[in-house]
Nanobody, 124 residues
Framework: QVQLVESGGGLVLAGGSLGLSCVVS????????MGWFRQAPGKEREFVAA????????SYADSVKGRFTISRDAAKNMVYLQMISLKPEDTAIYYC?????????????????WGRGTVVIVSS
């Protein structure tokens, strides 16, 4: 019913940039708090960024603040994550997630729908 599909992952050198996309079907993203999470091997899934219903309110994890930018295109029902100054520790599977009717949150369990993820590898 609600499907999220990420794209844009790949291999990049440290200091480089990469843009991720998430297309949502089955529900308009204006009804959701949209978020990006990531999970590195051997680690728990962690919050990266979120954008509110209006598309104006955003939140970022301290580890990515100033380097990552979340945005959306309501007309295309897509959410983006632009990443610059990438570090090896940014290497992870990146997931797009949606929290229906939720306020701004970084709590994983509050997100209802998830994509399958896209792999980002940052090499030294």
């Amino acid at each position: 019913q609600v499907q999220l599909v990420e794209s844009g992952g790949g291999l990049v050198l440290a200091g480089g940039s990469l843009g991720l996309s998430c297309v949502v079907s089955g529900r308009t993203i204006t009804s959701y708090l949209m978020g990006w999470f990531r999970q590195a091997p051997g680690k728990e899934r962690e919050f990266v960024a979120a954008i509110g219903y209006s598309g104006r309110d955003t939140s970022y994890a301290d580890s990515v603040k100033g380097r990552f930018t979340i945005s959306r295109d309501a007309a295309k029902n897509m959410v983006y994550l632009q990443m610059i100054s990438l570090k090896p520790e940014d290497t992870a599977i990146y997931y797009c997630a949606a929290a229906e009717w939720a306020t701004m949150t970084s709590t994983l369990d509050e997100y209802d729908d998830w994509g399958r993820g896209t792999v980002v590898i940052v090499s030294s």
